[in-house]
């Protein structure tokens, strides 16, 4: 399994230096959050995604894919969602991004059932273009669709091969669903995997890998026993935490701690 970092650890930096980090503390790749907070964005012009597309080549990482934050089950019209997902497919392939993360979103109160049409109608709509583009939309287990199970009803509706899944596993761990029942459900559809760790389902303030109550040996082993071999991403939400410690001290750690668990379990 290829190892990368989100930039939600390290909000505003400049993708120089976003590179540098990656490359000393052994990371393959890096997930890039679309915001206009951020260096990259759907804004960006030509020669700006040229010359961050030409970064990441230079220093040897992959853009692992842009972290967007459609909202595809949303109540309302769906030309906006569907503008937006677009917008995120363009700035994916323009930066060689082979996934582009959107969330469920379905709103409180919503039928179950509705939202999940909804989210399927949009999704199968945007995959046509994201296949022309040559780039796949992950559906990340989040809020209104937090385990396997849920976004299995989804995409199970969409049925199209450029969509498919992200596992965030507090989310799905905070759903109780069980690191195996999370990748039974998600098994056909599965992009890449997000790591974190938190202290408790109450206190979900981002620590350093291990340090945490979540299941992070066991989701390892269970991907490891069925030979799948993508990516360990490490969401680190930085963004959202002020007093959590930065995660420049804390990559090398994080590093060896992802490999000591693909190492048991191998």
């Not at 012009?45 to 934050?69: N, Q």
């Not at 949303?74 to 323009?94: S, Y």
């Not at 620590?207 to 390892?220: D, H, N, Q, S």
């Not at 420049?248 to 992802?258: F, V």
Request: with cysteine; charged share 20%; net charge negative.
């Amino acid at each position: 399994m290829k190892l990368a970092f989100s930039t939600l650890g390290v909000p505003g930096l400049p993708i120089p230096d976003v590179l540098r980090l990656a490359t000393t503390h052994g990371y393959h790749g890096v997930e890039l959050r679309a915001h206009p907070e951020e260096p990259v964005h759907p804004g960006l012009g030509p020669a700006e995604r040229t010359e961050a597309a030409a970064g990441f080549r230079a220093a040897g990482v992959e853009v692992l894919g842009i972290a967007g934050y459609a909202r595809v089950a949303a109540p309302g019209d769906d030309g906006p969602v569907l503008d937006e997902i677009r917008a995120l497919v363009a700035l994916a392939r323009d930066l060689g991004a082979p996934y582009v993360r959107v969330f469920p979103g379905g709103a409180d109160g919503q039928d179950p059932a509705e939202a999940d049409a909804v989210a399927a109608g949009r999704l199968g709509t945007a995959a046509e273009y994201a296949a022309d583009l040559g780039v796949r939309i992950l559906l990340e287990t989040h809020d209104s669709h937090r385990t396997g199970a849920a976004a299995m009803r989804v995409l199970g509706l969409v049925g199209h091969r450029q969509v498919g899944a992200v596992w965030d596993v507090m989310h799905t761990w905070l759903g109780g669903e069980q690191p195996q029942e999370t990748y039974a459900a998600l098994s056909p559809y599965l992009g890449y995997v997000q790591v974190k760790d938190i202290a408790s389902a109450e206190d979900t303030n981002p620590l350093a890998l291990g340090a945490g109550v979540l299941p992070l040996a066991e989701c390892v082993e269970v991907l490891s026993r069925h030979g799948w071999d993508g990516w360990l991403c490490w969401e680190y939400e930085k963004r959202w935490y002020d007093a959590a410690e930065p995660l420049a001290g804390l990559l090398d750690a994080g590093r060896e701690h992802l490999a000591r668990l693909l190492n048991e379990s191998a």
